[in-house]
């Protein structure tokens, strides 16, 4: 369970994103941290029963820092607003699908899929839904899957047919994706109910079918 203080600490340093305020605040961002941490340490127990590609991860494996990288950035906010965790083989720097949630007042979610994989691996997922449509399609049409998640996010997408496919391929709208991520809000009011690790657990293992499917289309091909 996500304590209160823990997000409004996220709602204060968004009005107070500096050095000097973070420094005299320190101790409230360690307990904010202390407090996520140990959340993300019980949804990982919960998903590694289901998901043994998560069997030696770690929940610090899985945190991202706070500090943001501003060095291409015209956003020069040290600090993020948010806390984030990747649950995938390798945590949040290994590139592969997985699991995320995303801790942020009035803006929370979880998300599943593979974002942005590089080019060698998003060739290699677009020949295997080329090959396998009917069965990438079933998954994402499964009645309870497409009630929380509604399809694909297409935030990251061509606007022509990628090379070596036609306009007309049954699963173009797919094919022009660049990234296969699928997300549910969480609301403020969710993220401090006592049941939020069941929920976060529940939702995620229906992810589950689509980000092995990603991982096996790159294996089946290597």
């Known amino acids: 369970m996500i304590q209160p203080s823990t997000l409004q600490f996220l709602k204060t340093i968004k009005k107070n994103n500096n050095k000097e305020w973070f420094d005299k605040n320190r ?36 945190v991202f820092r706070i500090n943001r ?20 083989k390798g945590g949040k720097k290994i590139d592969c699908a997985g699991y995320y949630f995303h801790l942020e007042p009035g803006a929370s ?4 899929g593979y974002w942005m994989p590089m080019a060698p691996e998003l060739k290699k997922i677009r020949q295997e839904i080329d090959y396998s449509f009917k069965e990438f399609n079933s998954i994402l049409l499964a009645k309870k899957f497409k009630l929380n998640f509604g399809g694909l996010s297409e935030s990251e997408k061509l606007a022509r047919p990628p090379k070596g496919y036609e306009i007309d391929h049954p699963a173009i709208e797919y094919l022009k994706l660049k990234s296969f991520v699928v997300s549910m809000q969480i609301s403020d009011k969710e993220v401090l109910d006592k049941n939020l690790v069941k929920k976060i657990k529940n939702k995620t293992w229906q992810q589950q079918k689509l980000a092995t499917d990603l991982r096996k289309s790159i294996e089946a091909l290597n």
């Open 27 to 62: 101790t409230k961002y360690e307990i904010a941290k202390q407090d996520y941490l140990a959340f993300v340490t019980e949804v990982l127990l919960g998903l590694k029963l289901k998901d043994k590609t998560l069997h030696l991860l770690e929940p610090k494996q899985c």
């Open 69 to 88: 990288d501003v060095r291409f950035s015209k956003n020069k906010d040290p600090y993020k607003t948010n806390f984030g965790a990747s649950f995938s």
């Open 109 to 112: 979610f979880i998300a599943g």
